[in-house]
């Protein structure tokens, strides 16, 4: 066989093996209510779920409670089929966390909490086009 030929089978299976190692930690998006039954069920699993914070009537986001040393905050969030859920991050609150008009928590349920490990934000545009 020529050296090239070797080469390329071997760059070959090293990509199918980095395919196959990270099919195992890709997590997949879910309601609360699906999180909560994989739990139960034993996945111990990493989950997206996607939502947005408790707001009053007046829009003003409510729920957030961050701890007294602002190490950690825990907050009330809606998923997509309005299953409210507290949701315990530990820690700091990212900047701009209130005025986010999505939420992406990923994490687990442990003892019926969802614990938070990352928390990603979809917030308003600052280059929105606005009428002159």
Not at 99 to 122: M, N, P, Q, T, W
Request: aromatic share 6%.
């Amino acid at each position: 066989m020529k050296k090239s030929s070797i080469i390329g089978i071997v760059v070959i299976a090293i990509a199918i093996a980095i395919i196959i190692s990270t099919q195992n930690s890709a997590s997949s998006y879910v309601s609360f209510d699906v999180a909560k039954e994989m739990a139960e069920n034993g996945s111990n699993k990493k989950i997206h779920v996607v939502g947005e914070l408790k707001k009053n009537t007046v829009g003003q986001v409510i729920g957030v409670n961050p701890s007294p040393d602002k190490l950690s905050v825990s907050f009330v969030m809606l998923d997509d089929n309005n299953l409210e859920q507290t949701v315990y991050y530990n820690e700091p609150m990212p900047s701009d966390f209130l005025r986010s008009e999505k939420v992406v928590v990923i994490g687990a349920y442990h003892d019926d909490k969802f614990i938070a490990d990352k928390i990603l934000l979809k917030c308003p545009s600052k280059y929105e086009e606005t009428e002159l």
